[in-house]
């Protein structure tokens, strides 16, 4: 179905239904005090630290940091996309979907098409392997190679006839056939002799399939001596070499938790492992894995181990690999490194030593901090003081790539005391950190050994970096942005407090691309809730920004007891009032002045920047028009 799904239903979806109902219907939950609590189905733990809030329509884990509402359960849960999500519970509650008509209308027709048409390839695929006269040598191929006719089923392989027109004569009926099978890749116009002929002939074809089991392209590999060996579907609509993996749909399908991601080269690679009882193998599709490939995987699991030939060339690809994974290595994540005998692929590996030894080799990948020391040394005997400066500046470049976090501090120490530094003095050598374009949230971590429930109070609890401490609690550590998002979530009736949405809205500081935007929206629709927001957010924004505003939403529940409205207020107030300072600091004199005529209210911080700011002033800027605007300032700080 065509357009858009309107907010108005989304919000009326989620007054509908009980998160504590979605979440159980799926996941053993035990009442806990006000909440309730589980295992965590998101990640491996024996003690529960996964909970729901009935009041809030939200859910948390303490442990992998995953959050959202009913919407972000469903779609995490189930693996499908927020329209699915949303057709999931509207069926549930008994309500059809409603869609907005728009321009988009006509581009989703199309891209129906296209997948009728991609659809109706592989069926032309699966249907010649066991019907043509000539597929008895695809056939002979994949028994040599111990494929079974059950996975065969199961990977949906197919062949392409030997020709130059069997598709072609079988689909391209009218001229409008025959443009959808040029664009969705399946034939080649060859415009200098006007003729059009299939792509794929006389190949053994692995159809790649979208996480929703959707055919997007295929893989085909040769039977004779041509080339390319393997071919695949160029960039279309619908697929896109660089962020699809084979096998995930496959892998997904057979495992409900997955503990660890294989990545390796090839399409038998996957196949033979999978003929092996090893569903969790994908593979990238003739390339390097890309920063795409690897979101996409760390969304599935936690770790991701790439397997290598142990030759010069996949050395060279796992070099670029570690390059890829350091931006997106935050706290929770974890990857490592396989190499195979030279000439070995993990196809002939598993045939030649068994499912279990070769796991066990999995296992005993190098993990990504060994392999990056490696690196960071490679070619250089630290013996000497000026190789192990040379080390540092090979390794320089790698920290600073890594986000925030637990283990670029760790990574640091290491480099540290291979060098013979303290890890200050190295700090000094460190060049700040560029300012990046989509900054990785790590979430928060409490500092207790088990979770605590909002009912509950902890033992202890760690200090915040703000200088506001609300009744005898402290909000957990985080940058001032973070704090007033989680408070604007849990409380949007603060969002009448934001004094001057404009200069926020210019400040340089991590989380403003959320902070503006929620103020905004919750201005528009005043009787939004927590639950609201996560709905509009998952429906308007990337998935990744969903992700870190539940996850940023989710530290009010580390205070275990609600505050009343007037320490929130006066949380709000000034840490909001700590940013407009800071956005002071880095104006000129003539713009501070500027600046605090426009402020409604001035404190006595702001006269010293006042007085500080006129003694800095130039003389010839010191106009009757500013001294007016300085007396304006002072008028406020007077009581009236």
């Known amino acids: 179905m065509a357009g858009k799904i309107p907010q108005t239903f989304i919000d009326d979806l989620l007054d509908r239904v009980d998160i504590v109902d979605v979440v159980g219907s799926r996941v053993d939950l035990r009442k806990s005090g006000k909440n309730h609590s589980a295992r965590c189905p998101f990640h491996d733990e024996k003690t529960p630290s996964f909970t729901v809030s009935q009041d809030k329509q939200f859910y948390y884990c303490f442990g992998c940091g995953a959050g959202g509402n009913a919407i972000g359960f469903v779609m995490d849960f189930d693996r499908i996309s927020f329209p699915e999500a949303v057709e999931t519970l509207a069926k549930q509650t008994g309500l059809d979907v409603p869609r907005e008509a728009g321009p988009s209308d006509a581009a989703t027709e199309r891209r129906k098409a296209l997948y009728h048409t991609v659809e109706q390839a592989d069926r032309f695929f699966r249907n010649a392997l066991r019907h043509h006269h000539f597929a008895f040598e695809a056939v002979y191929y994949l028994k040599s190679r111990g494929v079974s006719g059950e996975t065969a089923r199961k990977f949906g392989i197919g062949f392409a006839p030997p020709g130059w027109d069997n598709m072609l004569n079988h689909m391209g009926h009218t001229d409008h056939d025959i443009k959808l099978l040029k664009e969705s890749g399946m034939v080649i116009n060859q415009l200098e002799k006007h003729k059009v002929y299939d792509r794929f002939r006389h190949r053994i074809m692995f159809p790649i399939r979208d996480i929703r089991g959707r055919t997007i392209g295929f893989g085909g590999r040769v039977l004779t001596d041509e080339k390319p060996k393997y071919l695949n579907t160029p960039e279309t609509p619908l697929f896109h070499k660089g962020r699809e993996l084979y096998g995930l749909y496959e892998a997904n399908k057979e495992l409900r938790e997955i503990p660890f991601m294989l990545v390796v080269e090839g399409y038998m690679d996957v196949v033979m492992l999978f003929e092996h009882g090893i569903f969790n193998v994908v593979a990238t599709l003739g390339t390097s894995a890309s920063t795409d490939h690897l979101e996409k995987l760390f969304r599935y699991t936690p770790e991701v181990v790439f397997c290598f030939d142990g030759d010069a060339a996949g050395n060279g690809a796992a070099s670029r690999a570690l390059d890829t994974c350091l931006p997106l290595m935050i706290d929770g994540r974890s990857a490592r490194f396989m190499f195979l005998e030279s000439g070995e692929d993990p196809d002939s590996t598993v045939r030649q030593i068994g499912p279990d030894k070769f796991l066990e080799t999995v296992q005993s990948a190098t993990p990504i901090s060994e392999f990056l020391m490696e690196t960071m040394a490679l070619g250089l005997n630290t013996d000497s003081p000026d190789n192990r400066a040379r080390m540092w500046k090979q390794a320089a470049p790698m920290i600073k790539r890594m986000p925030r976090g637990v283990f670029r501090e760790l990574m640091l120490r290491a480099v540290a005391d291979k060098i013979g530094l303290d890890i200050a003095t190295l700090g000094d050598y460190m060049e700040p950190d560029e300012p990046q374009g989509k900054p990785v949230y790590q979430p ?122 007037r320490d929130n207020e006066k949380e709000f107030q ?67």
């Not at 403003?512 to 809730?529: A, F, K, Q």
């Not at 600091?585 to 702001?606: C, G, M, S």
């Open 444 to 565: 928060p971590q409490p500092d207790w050994e088990h979770p605590v429930y909002p009912e509950e109070e902890p033992a202890s609890r760690s200090n915040s970096n703000q200088s506001v401490q609300t009744g005898h609690q402290k909000r957990i550590k985080m940058p001032p942005a973070h704090t007033l998002i989680a408070l604007l979530a849990n409380h949007p009736e603060l969002a009448k407090l934001v004094t001057d949405l404009d200069t926020l809205r210019k400040l340089d500081i991590e989380g403003l691309d959320i902070l503006v935007p929620l103020v905004e929206l919750i201005l528009e629709n005043p009787g939004y809730s927590l639950n609201h927001i996560l709905g509009y957010w998952r429906g308007m924004h990337a998935p990744a920004q969903a992700d870190r505003l539940a996850k940023i939403a989710a530290t009010d529940l580390l205070r275990p007891v609600a505050n009343s409205l």
């Open 574 to 640: 000034e840490i909001q009032n700590q940013l407009l300072r800071q956005s002071i600091l880095k104006l000129e004199p003539l713009q501070v002045i500027q600046f605090l005529a426009t402020r409604e209210t001035v404190d006595d911080h702001d006269l010293k920047q006042l007085n500080n700011a006129w003694s800095k002033l130039p003389s010839d800027q010191r106009t009757d028009e500013v001294k007016a605007l300085f007396n304006q300032v002072l008028a406020k700080s007077k009581p009236r």
